[in-house]
Every structure is written in structure tokens, then in C-alpha cells.
């Protein structure tokens, strides 16, 4: 014990005569050079230590500020789900007493998901006074946007506009949901002269693996100025995978000439364990989650 204190205290010694004389070797260098050059050294290791020290204090401020940032997101997404965004809402006429409206919705969310939202419209006339109430509900997955759409509303009170809320929302976390893949053509106009009517016909297929119980299509028809100037909802059921389903939609009043551009969309809810199957529709079996 009492050799390997000695033998510490040595090598502490010597330690200390190499760290010494490194100090006289480096203040005899110093001394023996130009006054500008040790002003000019001096001032080198002052800016060294000064940027070394500025560097590291914003490293760590920008480090703190991502972290927050990503702890506060990720915390309200979980935690405070936020609320469907309504980006606009219309009424238009599509008949006699007969009107149509949509409203195009967001999830903000990504990671959560609604199956089963309930909607409301109200219709109202120019004093704004309420002439009709219409429900009904939709779903959403995460990140998603989509149109929610009554197709056919009737009243004899003439409607000038709409608005439109959703109510209380159970939020789900569900992952790995299903990945389906509609595609569409882009639909043919035809113009049928009596009764005047358009009608666009179009296909959906079901690129899939799976047989989908239901699929809502809406057809957007717009006209100058990009205008919604109509839309529908149609529904197409029983889709076998890989299968292509054609329709054909009337639009009675309407006519080629005032359309410049049909856009469809396509929702199927990935989130109801019974709308999806393995297979055919006769023998496959529903997907559990």
C-alpha cells in the first residue's frame, strides 16, 4: 500500500514539473516575440474563446426550442385532439324545390380518427329565417379532407344559403388501418336535348385486394371562374376486388356548355370492420382490427 502511494505521488510530481515547464518553455516563446505578434495572439484566443462559447449557448437554445416544439405537438395530438375544420359551405339549386349541399371538412388530426361524426344543415331563406333542418353522419380518418354532401333536399321555400356544424366527436386512435385504392376516369359529358339533361358517366375501380361494401362517390361540376355549380352523392355497393364499376349520372337543367371541369371523389370507411372483407364478397371474411 505504502509503494503505490509513493509510486502516485512520482508520477503527481513529474506531472506537475512537465506541466511547468510546458508553462516557462511557452512564456519564453511569448516573450522572445514581436510586440504586435503577442497582441495579435492574444486577440486570436480571446475571439476563439468567445466563439466557442457563443457557438455552444445557441446549439443548446436551438436544441431546447426543437425539443419544446415536438414535445407541445406531440402532446396536443394525442391528448387534445382538435376539431374538424369546416373550409366552405354552400346550397344550389339542382330542380324544382329541389336543392343540394356540401360542406368540405378537414382532420387536422394524424393520428386520430372519427367513425361515426353527426352533421347538421340549416337552410335559410333571404330574412335569414330557418326553413329546414337537415342530419346525418359521416366519418373521417387522420389527415383526411373530404366533401360531405345531401344530395337531393326538397322545400317549397326558396333557400338562400346554409351552414353547417358537426357534434360532439369520440376520437379513435387506430393504427395500421387498411390502405384502399379507388381510382376514377375522368367522366364523359353527354347532353340529352329532351328533357334538357347532362349526364356524366364515369367508372370507379376497386384497386384492392379487398371487397368493399360500400363506396360513396361525389361528382363535383364546376363552371366559370372555378364555381361549384353542382354536386351529388352516389353510392355504389358490393365492390369485388379489382373490379371496375361504371355509372351514369343525370343532371337535369344542366347542360355540357357550362361546365369546364368534373372532379370525383371517393370514401370508404376503412374504420368499420364490416365494410371491408378478404377476397370476394361471398367468401371472404371481415377484417378485425
Not at 337552410?123 to 359521416?138: A, D, F, P
Not at 343532371?251 to 371517393?266: A, F, H, R
Request: hydrophobic letters at 35%; glycine letters at 6%.
Amino acid at each position: 500500500m505504502a509503494s503505490l502511494k509513493e509510486n502516485i505521488q512520482i508520477q503527481t510530481e513529474g506531472l506537475n514539473l512537465a506541466v511547468s515547464d510546458l508553462l516557462y518553455r511557452f512564456k519564453t516563446g511569448i516573450s522572445n516575440l514581436p510586440t504586435w505578434q503577442r497582441y495579435l495572439g492574444l486577440i486570436l484566443l480571446i475571439v476563439v474563446f468567445v466563439g466557442g462559447l457563443g457557438f455552444r449557448f445557441g446549439g443548446e437554445q436551438v436544441y431546447s426550442a426543437t425539443y419544446k416544439t415536438q414535445s407541445l405537438l406531440a402532446h396536443d395530438s394525442f391528448s387534445e385532439p382538435s376539431n374538424v375544420s369546416v373550409e366552405s359551405v354552400k346550397v344550389l339549386a339542382s330542380g324544382e324545390n329541389r336543392y343540394s349541399a356540401y360542406a368540405v371538412i378537414s382532420n387536422p388530426n394524424l393520428d386520430l380518427s372519427a367513425e361515426k361524426i353527426n352533421y347538421e344543415f340549416k337552410l335559410y331563406n333571404t330574412n335569414r329565417e330557418l326553413i329546414k333542418t337537415v342530419t346525418g353522419n359521416t366519418f373521417i380518418t387522420p389527415n383526411e379532407k373530404k366533401w360531405v354532401v345531401e344530395s337531393r333536399i326538397d322545400t317549397l321555400d326558396a333557400v338562400a344559403s346554409a351552414e353547417f356544424s358537426v357534434g360532439q366527436i369520440d376520437w379513435q386512435k387506430k393504427l395500421d388501418l387498411p390502405k384502399v385504392d379507388l381510382r376514377f376516369n375522368q367522366p364523359f359529358l353527354n347532353d340529352q336535348l329532351n328533357p334538357p339533361t347532362l349526364f356524366t358517366q364515369g367508372s370507379v375501380v376497386n384497386n384492392s385486394p379487398f371487397s368493399i361494401a360500400k363506396v360513396s362517390l361525389v361528382i363535383v361540376l364546376y363552371g366559370q371562374n372555378n364555381e361549384v355549380v353542382a354536386v351529388a352523392k352516389r353510392d355504389e355497393f358490393n365492390l369485388v376486388p379489382y373490379e371496375r364499376r361504371v355509372y351514369n349520372l343525370p343532371w337535369p337543367d344542366l347542360n355540357s356548355n357550362q361546365i369546364t371541369k368534373v372532379e370525383v371523389q371517393g370514401y370508404t370507411n376503412t374504420l368499420d370492420t364490416q365494410n371491408l372483407t378478404s377476397g370476394s364478397s361471398s367468401t371472404g371474411q371481415s377484417l378485425s382490427r
